[in-house]
T-cell receptor
Framework: SQTIHQWPATLVQPVGSPLSLECTVE??????LYWYRQAAGRGLQLLFYSVGIGQISSEVPQNLSASRPQDRQFILSSKKLLLSDSGFYLCAWRYRENTEAFFGQGTRLTVV | AQSVTQPDIHITVSEGASLELRCNYSYGATPYLFWYVQSPGQGLQLLLKYFSGDTLVQGIKGFEAEFKRSQSSFNLRKPSVHWSDAAEYFCAVGDTGGFKTIFGAGTRLFVKA
């Protein structure tokens, strides 16, 4: 069966520090991968998605970047965090287009 | 562009009572529709999905949803709510390109004893 791992679960970082969140999927190959952010009490905002190694589509210009160095690995990064980067970050994967997405457990990021 | 509207920010129901969560979508063709549930501090879990065929879809945990094209709706229902159903519920639609999922803002369900 397929599983998705996302870490860390919780992170507190000072303003101006770098960020690296990692997501890996097991049990499938060539998945579509996604990073979402969820602000408190709000819906999901799609940040990035990838349909293959090295391919990244950015949905919202911001202080973040994403990379896909391996088929089942998706990384969310920042060189310098802002207070506004605080939120709940969710990684997700899909088999292919027009299928349901499966989510990781999320990372709670607090920038102080 | 596709969009999803969940008109109710929060709903409170008594345990054992029936539940209906509303969802309206904007989409030109036959949509791919989803309902997800999120417990506090957790990821999203798929409850059910509609791609085609029978417009009444059964999901996990006793939930069902009905696709009504004429009303552009995909409402979620449960005949008898349990306290463990308290969570946030998201309706979503697949975009025309097929690569992305558009989510509604969510409905927070509170269950009172």
């Amino acid at each position: 069966s397929q599983t998705i791992h996302q870490w860390p679960a919780t992170l507190v970082q000072p303003v101006g520090s770098p960020l690296s969140l990692e997501c890996t999927v097991e049990g499938t190959s060539n998945p579509n991968l996604y990073w979402y952010r969820q602000a408190a009490g709000r819906g999901l905002q799609l940040l990035f998605y990838s349909v293959g190694i090295g391919q990244i589509s950015s949905e919202v210009p911001q202080n973040l970047s994403a990379s896909r160095p391996q088929d089942r690995q998706f990384i969310l990064s920042s060189k310098k965090l802002l207070l506004s980067d605080s939120g709940f970050y969710l990684c997700a994967w899909r088999y292919r287009e027009n299928t349901e997405a499966f989510f990781g457990q999320g990372t709670r990021l607090t920038v102080v | 562009a596709q969009s999803v509207t969940q008109p109710d920010i929060h709903i409170t129901v008594s345990e054992g009572a029936s539940l209906e969560l509303r969802c309206n979508y904007s989409y030109g063709a036959t949509p791919y529709l989803f309902w997800y549930v999120q417990s506090p501090g957790q990821g999203l879990q798929l409850l059910l999905k509609y791609f085609s065929g029978d417009t009444l879809v059964q999901g996990i945990k006793g939930f069902e949803a009905e696709f009504k094209r004429s009303q552009s709706s995909f409402n979620l229902r449960k005949p008898s709510v349990h306290w463990s159903d308290a969570a946030e519920y998201f309706c979503a639609v697949g975009d025309t390109g097929g690569f992305k999922t558009i989510f509604g803002a969510g409905t927070r369900l509170f269950v009172k004893a």
